[in-house]
Each structure stands twice: as C-alpha cells, then as structure tokens.
C-alpha cells in the first residue's frame, strides 16, 4: 500500500498466516499494529467496527459494492478498505520486505531461502525519506536483501534512514501497549516532519 504522497515505508518481514487470510498487513487480531496507530494519529477508523456495521458506513442495511459476500466477509474486506484508506490518508507505506520465502506458519525463525521485494521501486516513486522496519527480523532482513541494492541507487543509510522498532506481533509479549504507542509514535514525527520541508 502506497502512493505518491506516503513519506515513510513500515516493513514487516513477511505477512503472517492471519494476515495472508485477511489479505492485508498486520491482520492477526491480537497484533497491537492498528490500535497503536489508531492511538498514534488519534483516528480510529482503522479499528474494526461494531457487529452491526457491515460495510463501515454505520448503516448496516447499506451493503454498497459488498453485496456478494456474507456478512463477516463484508466485515473483513470493509475494514481492509479502511485500514488502506488510513495509511494513504497519513502518508505511510506498507510492504514487506520479503516477496517470497520459505516459512513455518508465522515464525520469522524459520524463514529460509528469502527473496526481497522491490522497495526501490516505491522509494522512487514516492516521497519516502525514512523506513521503519517491525521488529529484528524485519530490520534484519531489510539490511541484508534491500540495503545494499538501494544503496547503489543513491539511497543509502544517510538519505534514507531505516529505524527499527519493536514487533507488534502478540509473540512480542514483552513489550506493553504503551512501550508501542512510545517507540511508533517516531512514525508521526518523521510524517510531520518531512511535510514541513516541503
């Protein structure tokens, strides 16, 4: 997820197995992702709706485009659609760094054989200036599969940054919603910050 307009790029290693169901990032229900952006930005929309909310509008007999799809589907690809919607709207890429690899249900252990996404592509394309990187493997992999080639392209570490912060993934039980809210809010102030130079 991306345009023209997105300043910063948040990669996760790779999609997890509720994630590639949901077909969107961090769609695990207990990852800690969306509720810390959500608190970050203070915008709710991309938390999921009530039960009665079938296509996020607040109207649940307005099915709108959703019309073949059962009620949870409609549920599901409703809150895909605003979650897309709030990183566009707040200028945040999100991608993985890994296109394809091989890997044991959700364990970034396990990866092997790891094969990297064009992030130059979007870098290029866009007015990112800064990577947050979702966790060790994440920031690991970035630097070992994406940093070398980006660095031959002009993007090194110093024009563009990459900042690792801590997985929001439920395995990361250590650290608090609150520890989150503190280190992700470094996502805002890189935003606002790059808008100011414009």
Same mark, same amino acid.
């Given at each position: ?85 709030? *990183? ?8 993985? +760094?890994? $296109?394809?690899?091989? %890997? ?5 252990? =396990? ?59 439920? *395995? ?8 989150? +809210?503190? $280190?992700?809010?470094? %996502? ?5 910050? =790059?808008?100011?130079?414009?």
């Amino acid at each position: 997820v991306w345009d023209a307009s997105s300043r910063v790029l948040v990669l996760g290693s790779m999609p997890s197995p509720k994630s590639r169901a949901m077909r969107f990032y961090y769609g695990h229900p207990r990852n800690r992702f969306w509720p810390v952006m959500a608190e970050i930005f203070k915008d709710e929309s991309c938390m999921p709706a009530g039960p009665n909310d079938i296509d996020g509008t607040g109207d649940s007999r307005n099915k709108g485009i959703l019309s073949g799809m059962d009620s949870a589907e409609r549920r599901t690809a409703a809150l895909v659609e605003r979650r897309r919607r709030f *990183a566009l709207r707040h200028h945040i890429a999100l991608w993985d +760094v890994i $296109a394809s690899c091989d %890997i044991v249900g959700a364990s970034d252990a =396990s990866i092997r054989n790891a094969k990297p996404n064009d992030i130059a592509s979007i870098i290029a394309r866009s007015r990112i200036t800064h990577v947050f990187a979702t966790g060790a493997k994440a920031s690991q992999l970035y630097r070992r599969l994406c940093q070398p080639h980006l660095e031959t392209l002009g993007y090194g570490p110093e024009e563009l940054p990459m900042t690792q912060l801590p997985s929001t993934s439920p *395995a990361n039980a250590r650290t608090g919603l609150p520890q989150l +809210v503190d $280190a992700y809010r470094s %996502i805002k102030t890189t935003i606002e910050y =790059s808008g100011k130079e414009e």
